[in-house]
């Protein structure tokens, strides 16, 4: 079946723009991951949605960053007033529960560039 | 707060030698452990996983993996490399009762004719 897919592959924006990305995850997972990859480093979380509610934004890491979830199915990260830091893959996840034995399918992500 | 540390950035291997990657956490409570693997400019992939039950983990691609809880490592092993195996791998964990990943650094192999 579809794995996860994520739109656009590749975006260049502005400093200070705005920039949503969107995120499709399996069909009928439950729960979904928003991680950002960072160049020569590891992945790091920002967010989960189990559903359409966060129970999980701890890694969310400035108040320009949000998310929101339609139900069980797309998912879209915003950012606001881009900054060359936020430059990174931006790599979205779901899994069938939200639990920590579930595994989590990956898409093949989002790379940010900030200019 | 959990952490997962990956020895070796890099690591080049032989064709037909041992691929080892050595991956250690730190965590009150034995966590959920994975090893993920993502070639160029492709997502992530899950190579296997440990929760529960035999401590020796097969997986995918002819890798397998040896939880050690006295030593609270998850090394990644095959045999014998090939030289599709060249991707970047990374570990991670989540706690029994949470979600999220939290990954090593990843450790890029780099296989050798």
């Known amino acids: 079946g579809a794995g996860v897919s994520q739109s656009p592959s590749n975006k260049v924006t502005e400093k200070g723009k705005d920039v949503e990305l969107r995120c499709d995850p399996i069909s009928g997972h439950t729960a979904l991951y928003w991680y950002r990859q960072r160049l020569g480093q590891g992945l790091e979380f920002l967010i989960y949605?189990?559903?359409?509610?966060?129970?999980?934004k701890s890694g969310l890491p400035s108040d320009r960053f949000s998310a929101e979830r339609t139900g069980e199915s797309v998912s879209t990260l915003t950012i606001q007033r881009t900054q060359q830091e936020d430059s990174a893959v931006y790599l979205c996840?779901?899994?069938?529960?939200?639990?920590?034995?579930?595994?989590?399918?990956f898409g093949p992500g989002t790379r940010l560039t900030v200019l | 707060a959990q952490s997962v540390t990956q020895l070796g950035s890099h690591v080049s291997v032989s064709e037909g030698a041992l691929v080892l990657l050595r991956c250690n956490y730190s965590?009150?409570?034995?966590?959920?452990l994975f090893w993920y693997v993502q070639y160029p400019n492709q997502g992530l992939q899950l190579l296997l996983k440990y929760t529960t039950g035999a401590t020796l983990v097969k997986g995918i691609n002819g890798f397998e993996a040896e939880f050690k809880k006295s030593e609270t490592s998850f090394h990644l092993t095959k045999p014998s490399a090939h030289m599709s195996d060249a991707a970047e791998y990374f570990c991670?964990?989540?706690?029994?009762?949470?979600?999220?990943?939290?990954f090593g650094g990843g450790t890029r192999v780099l296989v050798k004719p």
């Open positions: 949605f189990q559903g359409n509610s966060a129970p999980d």
């Open positions: 996840a779901s899994s069938l529960g939200g639990q920590g034995a579930d595994t989590q399918y």
């Open positions: 965590s009150s409570v034995p966590p959920y």
């Open positions: 991670a964990v989540s706690k029994a009762a949470g979600n999220k990943l939290t």
